[in-house]
């Protein structure tokens, strides 16, 4: 049987590269992928969670389908702003988008 | 389940029917202006839906969501934050031919999230409420298409949103493994000082902190509030705080309160951090919605300090305060979109200049809600900050209040300086206004609120209290 | 033995997919890394005996999120050849947060505390149980996700339809 901790650090090293890669990309999609990760770990904890803690119950799990849920809706959203913005500026680095400084 | 059960969530239903009444009648509607009116009908029976809730004992709906006197405070003051943001937007939607139906549906669908926020007492139901919220503001933020700054400011909070999202969510992972639940009440009965369960709490109130624009989490703040079609501004600007605080102190002070030593001095560090950062940060602004999103930043840290108090008065003072922000700060803003210029998405202080002398009602109004947002007597303003920080001295906090104190005087400085633009200086071209009634009437309805709760604080501070007895039994 | 051979195979196919996808420098490889990396995850699910969320996260993550990328990154001119997702210039400070988060999440979650193995199996009717969940206890949840869902239909449409004049 594999140890719960084993799944936990497998979630926890993925949820940081996730980190990384939303903190040091300029490109929106980049950043947005970085999130997808970030989620993914955390589904990952819960999942984990819920098999070895309490496994008749249904609470992990539909945590996980609802989080799956919102990455979706935000991804759907986040990726047509991408490319209203796009059409309208041609530029999706985040940091160029400079409009908004000072 | 039977129908009596759906009672609890009544107002949210009525919201939600609205809604989907608003986007129905779109299709068929010609003259688009009535949709507000629709949508206002809806957010005035909802808020006769909390009302009558609020006769009724307390409810809960399946230890997800519960109906006391608590939720009901947050949903009056969110009800009316949205009365008033349909209003707000109505004369501004016509004259930049945005889509009214699709604005206000999506205004309706976060009010929904909103006051679930407050009423939620499983983790469940607080992340998705939270989601749904954030969502229709991401949305709302990118709403005028043709002006590039809208769509970036949409595109930066919504990855900041969903970056943030993705931290209070590992919180939740962590707490839910250390404790092995997810409702709140479960999660109190567990609680204990592991590092497990401590490194959980830390990621919940990164989470917040960044929904809530609490310094060093605040950075989106100026971009987006700058960047956002201003009725959006204003209605996030006090809308998102009153939800998030509603929930931080519902989770923070009800159900993790045993452990205050844990969190109260992280807490009180934010508080500090966000008043000084954000009070210094507004002074050097030009842009009037640059300096109100500093300026709002500020505000939560004001809040902070209430919180990081967690007694019964500190707490009651938050919901107080959330309550008298919401007013001064939605009327700033209205202020804001009836001076702005077609396209522009924008004020400068010096556009102020000698407001006095063409629009004297309209001068007076801002400045009846700068003197509030200062906290000088007799407004709101001055009684909200009062009682959060008399809450701070009896929480052995002094040195939070003095902080406290010590920055609302800095703060004159930026909020009177608008006043000095309106009233003594020449205007370099005389603002000219579009007659805009219904803005008007918000912008009274608001003014009437600032000095009516500015008259008559205790009767508000009385209801904060009737909420606040809930959470802390 | 063998599950915890398949364990770590996946584990270093998921991490590495993962690390590539925040390393790379053309975005359109990055994109396709991430499909790597959520198909590792479902793989996890289906070690935890959760087939129906591995199905889920096949369907979602990779049929309809890792497309969606896909198709934006394809849409947008010049994203698809060369190096199109530099890092920007506070990504050493970023390496050395991460680093320092990872460590201290690591020491939290794996060396300080003692785990439960897991005794009981999962319900052979789990499949059933989460659908009823969904609509009897968990459905203010469940609600709230569609009324998500549709702001998101929405918002989507109204964003990205040019402005009609």
Known sequence: ?102 | MTLQDFMPILPEMVLLATAVAVLMVDTFLGDKRWLTWVGLVGVLLAGAATYWLALQPPADFQDMAASDAYTAFFRLVILVVTGLGLLMAMNWLEAHGEQQGEYNALLLLAAIGMTLMAAATHMLTLFVALELFSLCLYILAGFERERASSGEAALKYLLLGAFSSALFLYGIALVYAATGALTFAGIAQKASLSPLFLAGVGLLIVGFGFKVAAVPFHMWTPDVYQGAPTPVTAYMSVATKAAAFAAFVRLFVGTLGVEKSAWVPALAALAVLTMVVGNLAALSQHSLKRMLAYSSIAHAGYVLVGLAAANTTGTAAVLFYLLVYAFMNLGAFAVVIALERQGEGDVTLSQMRGLARTHPLLAAAMAIFMFSLTGVPPFAGFFGKLYLFQAAVQANLTWLAVIGVISSAVSAYYYLNVLVQIYMADPETPPTLAWRPVLGLATLVAVVFVVGIGLFPDFWLQLALGGMRVILG | MVLQAVFLITALLTLGSALMVVLHRNLFISALFLIASFFGVAVFYVLLEAEFLAVAQVLIYIGAIATLIVFAIMLSRGMMTGRTSPRNAQALWAAGGSLALGAALLYVVVFRVQWPVAEKAVPADMIQRLGTGLVTDYVVPFELASLLLMAALIGAVMIAREKEV
């Open chain 1, 1 to 102: 049987m594999i140890p719960l901790s084993w799944y936990l650090a497998v979630a926890a090293i993925l949820f940081v590269i996730g980190f990384y890669g939303v903190l040091s990309r300029r490109n929106a999609i980049a950043i947005l992928m970085g999130i997808e990760l970030m989620l993914n770990a955390v589904n990952l904890n819960l999942v984990a969670f819920w098999r070895y803690t309490q496994p008749d119950q249904v609470a992990g799990q539909v945590f996980a389908i609802i989080v799956i849920t919102v990455a979706a809706a935000e991804a759907a959203v986040g990726l047509a702003l991408f490319i209203a913005l796009y059409r309208l500026r041609g530029t999706v680095h985040i940091d160029e988008i400079d409009l908004l400084r000072g």
